[in-house]
């Protein structure tokens, strides 16, 4: 009976395009716009996530839109995670598993998020795009040549002053088009689906209190990445650093012979770095690893350098800790008064090797891209998502595209060909998981 009621599904499915369908109420296009305008910047080492209260406003405003939507079980949890069910339409639900989409509200703390004027650059016809409020902010054909597959397309950028918010807003804009366009089209069958907008994501996210059992996933999708096609079932293994350098301080008229400046040997040990290291995020592509010292702050007393890790082989962050130990060694040969702590915090794992023993996942997304006219591939992420450290909790979570591309900067954009054909693939792939039923 179950391979006879897949026959006639897949063949009901067949005479629905999505061409035909009724349109959603709001376009990807026009909720990607609203949501842009929220600032959600998230913000590094705060006790206790949400890292900025003000995610919690674009939290509220999908709260309301779920429940308008007629989404299920819909709340906000105490570490400002969004959960939701859309009840699936099958004659028996259970005969599929519940697939989980995630999609991060915050954006990166690297660019200002507040006041984006997002631009509409309407029926682009090719060259480069200048941000009106910098010119100085340019979007060059050279650099993104991908900007020739978008001729005739509107592009969606900021006006140069601020990051546009494509990370992670168009996911959400797309999954919640997604949404309404299963409700306006009954007849486009899927199973149920468990939703979730999160917090700081760009800064390590609340996923260890992610409610996985609550939410009732069997697998999952983030809808986290950029250009279309982008398919990803392996990330980054991650580090963070930290080196301490401790001094004395005192009053700088009475400093002789007490006074141990740290700042000094901070400096050194960063000076050291070009020529002791030799994978560095400017050096280096591909699936090489690097050491990136990132951010530090300079003080008589305490100094500090923050250094992130980053290797797709966890062996490779081993010797990457050793190389930064070997720069602390010399240091302190050279500022003996100068103590210097070392320590560091695993991030997330790469997801592949949980993500190899469950390769529908990937097959099932690179089918309904193509039901989408999109070519996919998969390629490795050099960063992380929310899917990787679910993914090492036991949720199986690939990331999916989202059209957009120069994420965490001023040059973001994406376009509306990208937003809806996003939205796209996510229908196509809720069906592809109700046909297939495994």
């Known amino acids: 009976m179950k391979f006879i009621y897949s026959l006639s599904f ?69 570490e400002g995670i969004v959960y939701g069910m859309v009840p699936g339409n099958l004659p028996d639900n259970n005969a599929v598993p519940t697939i989980g989409f995630i999609a991060h509200m915050d954006t990166s703390p690297a660019v200002s998020g507040a006041n984006v004027n997002a631009i509409i650059h309407k029926n682009y016809q090719g060259g480069d795009i200048v941000l009106p409020n910098d010119k100085t902010q340019v979007i060059t054909v050279a650099q993104n040549p991908d900007l020739k597959n978008l001729i005739g397309d509107d592009i969606i950028t900021a006006d140069g002053t601020t990051l546009l918010g494509s990370d992670d807003k168009s996911g959400i804009a797309e999954l919640m088009t997604m949404i309404d366009i299963l409700k306006q089209n009954p007849e ?21 209190q992610f409610d996985i059992p609550g939410w009732g996933a069997k697998f999952a999708y983030t809808v986290d990445g950029e250009q279309l096609g982008d398919i990803s079932n392996e990330t980054w293994s991650a580090r963070t650093a930290t080196v301490t350098f401790r001094g004395k301080s005192t009053h700088p008229g009475t400093a002789k ?12 040990f960063l000076s050291q770095f070009p020529k002791m290291v030799k994978n560095r995020p400017e050096t280096t592509e591909g699936r090489v690893g690097f050491i990136h010292p990132y951010v530090g702050n300079l003080d008589v007393e305490t100094s500090t350098v923050k250094i992130l890790l980053r290797d797709f082989d966890i062996a490779g962050l081993a010797g990457q800790e050793e190389a930064i130990k070997k720069v602390i060694a010399k240091t302190e040969k050279k500022y003996p008064d100068v103590k210097i702590e070392y320590a560091s915090v695993l991030g997330y794992l790469n997801m592949k090797e949980v993500l190899k023993d469950y390769p529908q996942l990937t097959d099932y997304a690179i089918e309904a891209a193509k039901r989408a006219g999109i070519q996919a591939e998969l390629r490795p992420i050099c960063g992380g998502t929310d899917g990787s450290r679910l993914t090492a909790r036991g949720l199986p979570t690939p990331n999916l595209f989202t059209g957009g591309h120069n994420f965490h900067g001023k040059l973001e954009f994406n376009s509306r060909k990208g937003l809806e054909k996003s939205t796209e693939t996510l229908v196509n792939l809720v069906q592809i998981w109700a046909e297939k039923g495994k």
């Open 257 to 268: 012979g007490i006074m141990v400046n740290s700042t000094y040997a901070a400096g050194d």
């Open 188 to 208: 486009i069958k899927h199973g149920n689906i468990a939703i979730a907008f999160t917090p700081d994501e760009e800064v390590g996210g609340p996923m260890d």
């Open 10 to 78: 897949t063949t009901l499915l067949a005479l629905t395009t999505f061409a035909q369908t009724k349109a959603p109420t709001d376009s990807a296009m026009d909720r990607f716009l609203r949501y842009v305008k929220i600032d959600t910047q998230s913000a590094e080492d705060q006790p206790a996530p949400p890292s900025t209260k003000k995610q919690l406003d674009l939290a509220r405003l999908l709260e309301t839109e779920l429940n308008a939507l007629g989404v299920q079980k819909v709340r906000i949890s105490a």
